[in-house]
């Protein structure tokens, strides 16, 4: 059973965006217990450094909210989330020891502080918003495992306590994200929940739709987090040209954002539109050149210019312009990058352009440097075949493309 960035699991996506991605953080009278005035700068400052992927600075930030007020759950919470995305953002293909037991370590951290808060404060409605989180968190982390009925249980529960929030605050409309998001992955995810379905998952899209617009025009800090998983779902479901337009906003509220950044390069390559996919991405990888900013040991669009490279490749090749894409394939496997997956299917493609070109003892050790890397998406099944037969374009077939892992592993789960 595999599941994409988008559609890993259905709660513990709506508790990063809802909590993690919403930014500015301020405070409200009615709910300031859920994010004091006293921890608004650093959780603030943290949320902006994670859309730069500057994940450092926003560590150092949530140690400072720990310090201010260490009996909180929200820095925890949110120190949960940093973990979550530091292990994820490239691919979930990604496989990293030591951050998965980070990330289990701060879920049970939050666990225990959301609890203990529960007990010594009467504001039920902050204690289950970050209890429900930290489940959601834990629900994560038993889907990286494979561990299904776990997952749900974790997923499940900490939904129950998100719906809590509601009936305590009805006006909480920030909150209506996560169970919007909840409720539409429930009904559209069906394939990928049916080994769960004596467990009676329901969705209803509709009233899915419904929350996420509270949420999109009534809430006072997810309006742009409701935009950016309404982009999800049209990507999700092939309106690809409402994506562009949402993600056009999105860019435009944070252009220094590296992840925004990728996701406008990855809805134009699903559109086909392989000449402006080259464009953005040759604008994304000026912009990693730049030093970086002052007190970084590192630009933070260095981290996501693996898949930028692969995807310009791709669209190259798409358009037939062989030399091009041989390029940008070069530039994939020079690049530097935690998740080696991009450099091994870019060796993938460099090895079928070394078959088209006749090529074939060059093909072959490209194939063989394939096998003898981590397994990703289809890479070593694809590497056995053209062992067996080389690799030659059926010029005949006008759809012959290459699409990207991330299109062909939506389509394997619908």
Same mark, same amino acid.
């Given at each position: 059973? %595999?599941?994409?960035?988008?559609?890993?699991?259905?709660?513990? !996506?709506?508790?990063?965006?809802?909590?993690?991605?919403?930014?500015?953080?301020?405070?409200?009278?009615?709910?300031? @217990?859920?994010? *004091?005035?006293?921890?608004?700068?650093? !959780?603030?400052?943290?949320?902006?450094?994670?859309?730069? !992927?500057?994940?450092?600075?926003?560590?150092?930030?949530?140690?400072?909210?720990?310090?201010?007020?260490?009996?909180?759950? $929200?820095?925890?919470?949110?120190?949960?989330?940093?973990?979550?995305?530091?292990?994820?953002?490239?691919?979930?293909?990604?496989? @990293?020891?030591?951050?998965?037991?980070?990330?289990?370590?701060? $879920?049970?951290?939050?666990?225990?502080?959301? %609890?203990?808060?529960?007990?010594?404060?009467?504001?039920?409605?902050?204690?289950?918003?970050?209890?429900?989180?930290?489940?959601?968190?834990?629900?994560?982390?038993?889907?990286?495992?494979?561990?299904?009925?776990?997952?749900?249980?974790?997923?499940?529960?900490?939904?129950?306590?998100?719906?809590?929030?509601?009936?305590?605050?009805?006006?909480?409309?920030?909150?209506?994200?996560? &169970?919007?998001?909840?409720?539409?992955?429930?009904?559209?995810?069906?394939?990928?929940?049916?080994?769960?379905?004596?467990?009676?998952?329901?969705?209803?899209?509709?009233? $899915?739709?419904?929350?996420?617009?509270?949420?999109?025009?009534?809430?006072?800090?997810?309006?742009?987090?409701?935009?950016?998983?309404?982009?999800?779902?049209?990507?999700?479901?092939?309106?690809?040209?409402?994506?562009?337009?949402?993600?056009?906003?999105?860019?435009? +509220?944070?252009?220094?954002?590296?992840?925004?950044?990728?996701?406008?390069?990855?809805?134009?390559?699903?559109?086909?539109?392989?000449?402006?996919?080259?464009?953005?991405?040759?604008?994304?990888?000026?912009?990693?050149?730049?030093?970086? *900013? +002052?007190?970084?040991?590192?630009?933070?669009?260095?981290?996501?210019?693996?898949?930028?490279?692969?995807?310009?490749?791709?669209?190259?090749?798409?358009?037939?312009?062989?030399?091009?894409?041989?390029?940008?394939?070069?530039?994939?496997?020079?690049?530097?990058?935690?998740?080696?997956?991009?450099?091994?299917?870019? &060796?993938?493609?460099?090895?079928?352009?070394?078959?088209?070109?006749?090529?074939?003892?060059?093909?072959?050790? @490209?194939?063989?440097?394939?096998?003898?890397?981590?397994?990703?998406?289809? +890479?070593?099944?694809?590497?056995?075949?053209?062992?067996?037969?080389?690799?030659?374009?059926?010029?005949?077939?006008?759809?012959?493309?290459?699409? +990207? *892992?991330?299109?062909?592993?939506?389509?394997? !789960?619908?």
């Amino acid at each position: 059973m %595999k599941l994409d960035a988008r559609k890993s699991f259905l709660f513990i !996506l709506s508790l990063f965006i809802f909590l993690f991605l919403s930014q500015p953080i301020k405070a409200q009278n009615k709910n300031d @217990n859920g994010f *004091p005035a006293i921890l608004e700068a650093d !959780l603030s400052a943290a949320a902006t450094e994670v859309y730069h !992927l500057q994940f450092n600075s926003a560590e150092r930030h949530l140690h400072h909210a720990m310090v201010l007020l260490p009996d909180h759950p $929200a820095p925890y919470f949110f120190m949960t989330m940093l973990r979550w995305y530091q292990f994820t953002y490239d691919s979930l293909e990604y496989r @990293n020891p030591v951050l998965e037991k980070a990330l289990e370590y701060e $879920a049970e951290r939050t666990i225990t502080v959301a %609890k203990r808060y529960l007990k010594k404060n009467k504001n039920k409605a902050t204690g289950s918003l970050y209890l429900g989180g930290a489940l959601g968190a834990k629900g994560w982390y038993r889907v990286i495992r494979g561990q299904w009925i776990r997952a749900y249980f974790d997923g499940k529960k900490g939904y129950s306590l998100m719906r809590k929030v509601i009936e305590i605050d009805p006006e909480l409309y920030d909150a209506y994200l996560g &169970i919007g998001m909840y409720e539409y992955y429930a009904a559209t995810l069906g394939p990928a929940l049916r080994a769960l379905a004596s467990f009676s998952i329901r969705g209803d899209k509709w009233a $899915a739709l419904r929350s996420l617009q509270l949420a999109q025009y009534k809430s006072r800090y997810v309006r742009l987090e409701a935009a950016y998983f309404l982009w999800s779902g049209a990507m999700d479901e092939g309106r690809l040209a409402d994506a562009k337009e949402i993600m056009e906003v999105l860019t435009q +509220s944070y252009p220094e954002s590296p992840l925004f950044r990728w996701c406008e390069i990855q809805t134009l390559f699903y559109q086909k539109k392989w000449v402006e996919t080259i464009l953005k991405g040759d604008k994304y990888s000026a912009a990693a050149l730049k030093a970086p *900013p +002052s007190g970084n040991s590192i630009n933070p669009f260095n981290l996501l210019l693996a898949k930028v490279y692969y995807h310009c490749g791709a669209a190259a090749f798409n358009l037939r312009h062989f030399d091009r894409a041989k390029f940008y394939f070069n530039k994939t496997i020079e690049q530097h990058a935690e998740f080696a997956g991009w450099k091994t299917m870019a &060796i993938l493609r460099m090895g079928e352009l070394m078959d088209m070109e006749g090529k074939r003892k060059e093909a072959i050790e @490209n194939y063989k440097k394939v096998l003898g890397l981590p397994k990703v998406w289809n +890479s070593q099944r694809i590497a056995k075949e053209r062992l067996k037969k080389s690799y030659q374009m059926d010029r005949r077939n006008g759809n012959n493309f290459i699409y +990207s *892992p991330l299109q062909l592993w939506n389509e394997e !789960l619908q």
